[in-house]
């Protein structure tokens, strides 16, 4: 059971939650019930999990806990995604191993991509 805990150490990926939800909740309405909690959830830029699990633990919905706007979070996940690729590169490259011409290529894009969405990203706080 040693060699558990050498897996652990190399793993990546996201680290667990420390609280997991796990628990599923059905609830029944009418289809105009349905749309109109949508709506609303909508409206505050929540999921309907999101909501109603608000509504039920406070009574309320803060509108300061709003989610970040689609384009932030596009920003983002195209900027994680950039990380992880030049990541890969980057530790080849330490270990001593030469970029063959198609990795070469591939970190062209990725640079290419990165000035994009900087630019993307300063016309959007504009």
Do not use: W
Not at 17 to 36: D, G, H, P, S, Y
Not at 92 to 120: F, W, Y
């Amino acid at each position: 059971m040693e060699g558990s805990e050498d897996n652990k150490k190399g793993k990546g990926g996201r680290p667990p939650k420390a609280v997991k939800r796990n628990q599923l909740m059905a609830i029944k309405c009418t289809l105009f019930e349905r749309r109109a909690i949508e709506a609303k959830a909508g409206s505050v830029g929540l999921t309907v999990s999101e909501y109603l699990r608000e509504m039920g633990l406070t009574g309320k919905i803060d509108r300061r806990n709003r989610a970040l706007p689609k384009e932030v979070l596009g920003f983002t996940a195209t900027l994680n995604h950039l990380a992880a690729n030049l990541n890969q590169l980057a530790k080849k490259r330490n270990q001593g191993d030469e970029l063959s011409p198609l990795e070469r290529a591939e970190l062209k894009v990725q640079s290419g991509h990165v000035k994009e969405l900087a630019i993307e990203i300063k016309s959007y706080l504009l």
